[in-house]
């Protein structure tokens, strides 16, 4: 079935490990997206990317690396996880523009020890 | 700092009753918003969205409302249905930018 799908969904990890969350989608969308949701914060994007090879920081891209080297796949990395980084981490895709709905996973929830 | 704000962290009403979900921003460049609803472990949705040009729009039982010089949007759902308890996200972006900002989000239960 057409979707976008987020892998793990649940991820315990340690201070200082790296983690990779794993984010596809079938719909062959231009566009796809990172957010974290905190309490309080609301979804605050991470990163971006316009196509495959294009990448963007959004608002909290600090601690984190993407890449998107095929257009359905777009992995978010944490190099050296924090506490700070324990959080809900949504993938969306998108066709692009302001305009343009996001079409959002089912969330990864990652909690650094 | 956060340009999309919800500052009711939750709301209830009565089932049949109208529900009213506010959002205000403060970056005056925001001409698109959008509202997103969200089930316990669900990713978020899209409900409805509005262009600044526009100061309604409606889609069933949805209609967003935009005041640009209050820099103020609501969701009114009516009639509301225990179906439609979820936390609603108020988005916003500009200028064709793809750097979407969003609200805390509102709580809202739908008591039946």
């Known amino acids: 079935d057409a979707g976008i799908t987020q892998s793990p969904r649940y991820k315990i990890t340690e201070t200082g490990r790296q983690v990779t969350l794993m984010c596809h989608q079938t719909?062959?969308?231009?566009?796809m997206f990172w957010y974290r949701q905190d309490l309080g914060h609301g979804l605050r994007l991470i990163y971006y990317?316009?196509?495959?090879?294009?990448?963007d920081k959004g608002e909290v891209p600090d601690g984190y690396v993407v890449s998107r080297s095929k257009t359905e796949n777009f992995p978010l990395t944490l190099e050296s996880a924090t506490r700070s980084q324990t959080s809900v981490y949504f993938c969306?895709?998108?066709?692009?523009?302001?305009?343009?709905?996001?079409?959002f996973g089912e969330g990864s929830r990652l909690t650094v020890l | 700092d956060q340009q999309v704000k919800q500052n009711s962290p939750s709301l209830s009403v009565q089932e049949g009753r109208i529900s009213i979900l506010n959002c205000d921003y403060t970056?005056?460049?925001?001409?698109?918003f959008l509202w997103y609803k969200k089930y316990p472990a669900e990713g978020p949705t899209f409900l409805i969205s509005?262009?600044?040009?526009?100061d309604k729009n409606e889609d069933g039982r949805f209609t967003v409302f935009l005041n640009k010089s209050a820099k103020h949007l609501s969701l009114h759902i009516v009639p509301s249905q225990p179906g439609d308890s979820a936390v609603y996200f108020c988005?916003?972006?500009?200028?064709?930018?793809?750097?979407?900002?969003f609200g805390a989000g509102t709580r809202l239960t739908v008591k039946p």
């Open positions: 969306a895709s998108g066709r692009g523009g302001n305009t343009g709905e996001l079409f």
């Open positions: 719909w062959s969308h231009s566009y």
């Open positions: 990317s316009a196509a495959a090879d294009i990448t």
């Open positions: 970056n005056s460049m925001f001409d698109y």
């Open positions: 509005i262009s600044s040009i526009k």
């Open positions: 988005a916003a972006s500009a200028n064709n930018n793809n750097d979407m900002r």
